[in-house]
């Protein structure tokens, strides 16, 4: 079946350190990929998403590039800052844009001054 | 900036009690959800819903589960019996007809079975 492996946490990083959390899937056909991010005390946000192989999705300093080969979407940030601390959790979502999402565990950042 | 919301933000219930989770979904949404993450484990998706009725469910959502829109603005997910594996962190989200690539996630609910 269909299903995500993140990286395991925790990741301590100081300030302007490089970042890469993996995320490799499994699915069949041409599934949609997500990486969500959750601050404290708050829900889960998306933060950015690739639809079709090669595709790369980007927002606030943050890439990943969806890589049929390899099965993957690993999310990467060239200088993460105390305000990335959070849980960044990885998704799938197969066919039907109202589909369900299938996540993984989710890998807990946490970035020192 | 509109938000799903969920209450109560923790709950500790009696195994064997009914419980009752709370989300108010963006109001100009149509689809909805309800995920749970077990401490430690994967967020698992439970059932999806659209025009009054479930769209899909999984596994999880077996008849001790359901799920309403009791108004115009509400959306309940019931558990009848609760046991002690029903502790977890649950997330609504709610998705809207036409943007229909992002799932907006409430902050969730923390239910501890005793």
């Known amino acids: 079946g269909d299903s995500v492996t993140q990286m395991e946490g925790p990741v301590t990083l100081s300030e302007e350190a490089f970042l890469t959390i993996n995320c490799t899937y499994t699915a069949t056909g041409y599934p949609s990929l997500f990486w969500y991010v959750q601050y404290p005390g708050e829900g889960l946000q998306l933060l950015l998403k690739a639809t079709k192989a090669d595709d790369k999705g980007s927002n606030k300093g943050f890439e990943a590039t969806y890589r049929k080969e390899t099965t993957s979407f690993h999310l990467e940030k060239g200088s993460v800052q105390v305000s990335d601390s959070a849980v960044y959790f990885c998704a799938l979502r197969r066919g039907s844009t109202l589909g369900r999402l299938y996540f993984g565990r989710g890998t807990q950042l946490t970035v020192w001054p | 900036e509109p938000e799903v919301t969920q209450t109560p933000s923790h709950q500790v219930t009696q195994m064997g009690q009914e419980v009752i989770l709370r989300c108010v979904p963006i109001s100009n949404h149509l689809y909805f959800y309800w995920y749970r993450q077990i401490l430690g484990q994967k967020v698992e998706f439970l059932v999806s819903?659209?025009?009054?009725?479930?769209?899909?469910k999984s596994e999880i959502f077996d008849d001790q589960f359901s799920v309403e829109r009791p108004d115009g603005s509400n959306f309940t997910l019931k558990i009848r019996s609760t046991k002690l594996e029903d502790s977890a962190m649950y997330f609504c989200a709610s998705t809207h007809e036409r943007t229909q690539e992002t799932q907006y996630f409430g902050p969730g609910t923390r239910l501890l079975v005793l």
């Open positions: 819903f659209y025009n009054n009725e479930i769209s899909e």
